[in-house]
């Protein structure tokens, strides 16, 4: 069945279809991930805060350095990963024992939280984030790798909207599973993530036979080829576009991960919402994003990915403005935040295809590191500044610093000029995912 589809799929671009059913269990290892990581930023800070007696300054350095080590392991097993070969794919191995590895220390960190043993909780965390690093890229890399270039942003909104799913089941369980007081038991919220991340993963290997499927992709994506292999051999205004590119992923992650990082505390602190309900804004914002994705592809190709990113970072642009000026929760907060998760899904369905269709289709891991180089570099700045901000001038900073970031993004955005999609003649829809630079 896999090979008949790919076969229609080489036929040419008159009867080329994204296989939703494929790419929807593709997303599995992104699902897995984001469910990590939207538990992460959320309930690791207050681990920090009310179980150890860290400030907002040591919290948000810790909670860069997941940051930093992916500066080394993105590019590094993204690279790797397009050089290995084995029997089971290029990609799969690193996302097999990177989960493995992944829920072993999710499970040592509650024990560390739970016997209060600081020590333990840094070294478990630390080899926590070392997991995550070592199958993230890879892991990302397989959408492109499986999906013809003309389909990729269609196939990177299914790839968000998985991951959204995972966020929003984080959020559900967190909302659920945690108790009141400053030191609730985390063990049902742990083992509820670990679970579903050892679920998604295994269900990816035995559906996704990465080998044969790459085999009919590349002959198709071996025909739309760029000239250039590699940045230095890329012409200079595209490469002068990469560049922007991929400042602008560094200013709207700069914008965007202060908020994610920082808002259980803000929203307790200003908000006084207790008992998880900062989750409840969150969630919003995923659902939206959640119902989003689909949409924004269809949008991209028809007004371009450029637009439809700078569209977004101005919706997010005003929607932390608003959400400035509250001093107390409001139901109508939810507004902003489903505002929100529309404008980051159209920054993020759009965003790594434009810099992963520069790339020849042995870089695809390559330039997925490159992509996660400079959110990740953003990532392991804004924590600790914004942490800063928040406890040495006022938790009000919050949402204006990540105003003056969004508005950087938008000027940078504005001097990309390759990399985005043509939809120029095309005989259907989904055609107008194919990027001509």
């Known amino acids: 069945m896999e090979e008949q589809i790919i076969n229609e799929e080489s036929l040419g671009n008159n009867k080329m279809k994204l296989n939703y059913k494929r790419t929807i269990l593709i997303g599995m290892a992104f699902l897995s991930i984001s469910a990590f990581w939207q538990m992460y930023d959320n309930v690791i800070p207050l681990i920090l805060k009310n179980t150890f007696g860290m400030g907002e300054t040591l919290?948000?350095?810790?909670?860069?350095?997941?940051?930093?080590?992916?500066?080394?392991?993105?590019?590094?097993?993204?690279?790797?990963?397009?050089?290995?070969?084995?029997?089971i794919g290029k990609r799969m191995p690193f996302i097999l024992v990177g989960t493995a590895l992944a829920v072993t220390f999710l499970m040592l960190l509650w024990y560390a939280d739970h016997a209060r043993l600081l020590l333990l909780f840094v070294a478990s965390l630390f080899f926590l984030l070392l997991s995550l690093g070592l199958y993230r890229s890879p892991a990302v890399a397989l959408m492109p790798d499986l999906t013809p270039?003309?389909?990729?942003?269609?196939?990177?909104?299914?790839?968000?909207?998985?991951?959204?799913?995972?966020?929003?089941?984080?959020?559900?369980?967190?909302?659920?599973?945690?108790?009141?007081?400053?030191?609730?038991e985390y063990l049902p919220l742990f083992l509820s993530v670990a679970i579903l991340m050892v679920a998604?993963?295994?269900?990816?290997?035995?559906?996704?036979?990465?080998?044969?499927?790459?085999?009919?992709?590349?002959?198709?994506?071996?025909?739309?080829?760029?000239?250039?292999?590699?940045?230095?051999?890329?012409?200079?205004?595209?490469?002068?576009?990469?560049?922007?590119?991929?400042?602008?992923?560094?200013?709207?992650?700069?914008a965007y991960n202060?908020?994610?990082?920082?808002?259980?505390?803000?929203?307790?602190?200003?908000?006084?919402?207790?008992?998880?309900g900062y989750a409840n804004c969150l969630m919003v914002a995923t659902v939206a994003a959640i119902i989003s994705y689909i949409p924004i592809g269809t949008i991209s190709g028809k007004i371009g990915r450029k637009k439809t990113i700078l569209i977004g970072i101005v919706l997010l642009a005003f929607c932390y403005s608003c959400a400035g000026v509250y001093s107390t929760y409001h139901v109508s907060m939810n507004?902003?935040?489903?505002?929100?998760?529309?404008?980051?899904?159209?920054?993020?369905?759009?965003?790594?295809?434009?810099?992963?269709?520069?790339?020849?289709?042995?870089?695809?891991?390559?330039?997925?590191?490159?992509?996660?180089?400079?959110?990740?570099?953003?990532?392991?700045?804004?924590?600790?500044l914004s942490g800063f901000l928040l406890e040495h001038v006022s938790y009000r900073t919050l949402f204006p610093y990540a105003v003056v970031f969004s508005c950087l993004a938008f000027c940078t955005m504005?001097?990309?000029?390759?990399?985005?999609?043509k939809p120029v003649q095309k005989k259907s829809v989904l055609e107008s995912f194919d990027v001509d630079d």
Do not use: C
């Open 335 to 384: 507004l902003f935040f489903a505002i929100i998760g529309f404008a980051w899904a159209a920054i993020g369905v759009n965003s790594l295809p434009m810099v992963v269709e520069i790339s020849a289709a042995g870089d695809v891991g390559k330039y997925t590191g490159y992509y996660y180089t400079f959110s990740m570099s953003a990532q392991v700045i804004t924590p600790i």
């Open 258 to 276: 202060a908020v994610t990082t920082a808002f259980s505390r803000y929203a307790t602190h200003v908000w006084g919402l207790e008992n998880g």
């Open 149 to 184: 270039k003309p389909l990729r942003s269609k196939g990177n909104a299914i790839i968000n909207l998985m991951g959204a799913v995972g966020g929003v089941y984080s959020l559900i369980m967190i909302k659920v599973l945690v108790g009141s007081g400053d030191r609730p």
């Open 59 to 87: 919290t948000g350095a810790i909670m860069a350095m997941d940051n930093v080590l992916a500066l080394f392991l993105l590019p590094l097993f993204g690279s790797l990963s397009d050089k290995v070969n084995t029997k």
């Open 200 to 254: 998604a993963v295994v269900i990816l290997f035995f559906t996704i036979k990465e080998n044969k499927l790459r085999a009919g992709i590349s002959e198709e994506n071996e025909t739309r080829e760029e000239e250039f292999r590699d940045t230095a051999a890329l012409p200079k205004e595209v490469k002068k576009s990469l560049v922007f590119i991929l400042i602008s992923v560094a200013l709207w992650f700069t």
């Open 414 to 421: 504005l001097m990309v000029k390759h990399g985005d999609s």
